[in-house]
């Protein structure tokens, strides 16, 4: 059974590793490591018997969140893990009263589009061209938080 904790210095490397094998264009542990001192962000990790099974950040800003990453070790994905992380931020917006949450995807990662819709975002723009290698567009999704509308 995984645990969702705040990410330590113990699960920076394993972070940094999923980051590399899920992204064409990913974070390096020093930006990592600049999120971990950022008092307005919120990192995640889920953990199972010392190993990172994935992560997800966000920012807070006044009452707003902003998801910045979301990623499952390829071996581990379609087993929840990705719905915990998710589970964890909604809670977390809630807590602290935000009247949103918003994140980037690329139109074509359907999978993660699907994890999104079922907790109550939706895709309301789209940025052209937003990622790079391959050059993609990205849906941006939000959810507002219920009485915050």
């Known amino acids: 059974m995984c645990e969702i904790l705040p990410l330590g210095e113990r699960h920076l490397a ?39 099974l994935g992560y997800l950040g966000m920012q807070l800003v006044l009452d707003e969140g902003y998801i910045s990453n979301v990623a499952v070790a390829a071996p581990c994905r379609r087993q929840g893990i990705g719905a915990k992380l998710m589970a964890a931020a909604v809670g977390i917006a809630r807590q602290e009263a935000l009247s949103l949450l918003t994140l980037e995807v690329r139109v074509s990662n359907t999978a993660a589009i699907a994890l999104y819709e ?29 009485g915050k509308r």
């Open 14 to 52: 394993q972070v940094v590793d999923i980051e590399a094998a899920s992204f064409s264009d990913p974070w390096s542990e020093s930006a990592f490591r600049g999120e971990m001192e950022n008092p307005c962000s919120r990192f995640l990790v889920a953990e199972e018997a010392g190993q990172v």
């Open 118 to 146: 079922r907790y109550g975002f939706q895709a309301l723009g789209r940025r052209r061209g937003f990622y790079r290698f391959p050059r993609e567009d990205a849906y941006v999704m939000t959810l507002f938080l219920e």
